[in-house]
């Protein structure tokens, strides 16, 4: 395969998410009220309903199912190893009793690698869909040319640019 550390697409950063819901109104506050997300304009012109959400430096785009609830599949089993979509955060601890606290069912795991362990807990949003919370900035993000380790807040995998040649006068 293939080396694309080039970026062929030039892509600069992920913009957002959309997920088919049987109920635009109970997924916009759940991603309001349990994920932080804030309600933004959406365009006018769609004539189909949906809300649009901003945060945590990218969007979710909530669309009305078309036929709910059998337009949707929802998920009942937390899987750790299903699609799902993953959320970095300040304390485990908070996380785990502030779902606790909302009701909200959840599956905790621990990764170990080298020593260094990452928590995770998992769970659904109203329609199934699967939300990571993790301390993950805690393992290190290592490209498999070995050369750079960053953790993955704070990673670029941009390539690096050539250098100017310093002319002296």
Do not use: A
């Not at 009220?33 to 309600?39: H, I, K, M, Y």
């Not at 785009?61 to 599949?73: A, D, T």
């Not at 905790?108 to 807990?121: A, H, M, N, T, W």
């Amino acid at each position: 395969m293939k080396d694309n550390s080039e970026n062929p697409l030039r892509l600069s950063s992920l913009n957002h998410i959309s997920l088919v819901v049987e109920s635009v109104e109970e997924s916009t506050d759940f991603y309001q009220n349990v994920l932080g997300f804030v309600p933004v304009r959406r365009p006018g012109s769609f004539k189909f309903d949906g809300s649009w959400l901003f945060g945590h430096g990218f969007g979710i785009h909530l669309l009305q199912s078309e036929n709910p609830p059998n337009g949707i599949n929802k998920k009942t089993r937390i899987n750790p190893k299903d699609n799902h979509i993953s959320f970095q955060c300040e304390s485990m601890e908070m996380v785990e009793k502030k779902l606790t606290e909302m009701g909200i069912e959840w599956v905790k795991q621990r990764v170990e690698e080298g020593g260094i362990y990452v928590d995770q807990l998992f769970f659904h949003d109203p329609d199934g869909f699967m939300i990571e919370i993790c301390n993950c900035d805690d393992m290190p993000v290592i490209p498999l040319n070995g050369e750079i380790v960053h953790s993955c807040s704070r990673l670029n995998l941009r390539p690096p640019q050539p250098q100017l040649p310093v002319v002296k006068s």
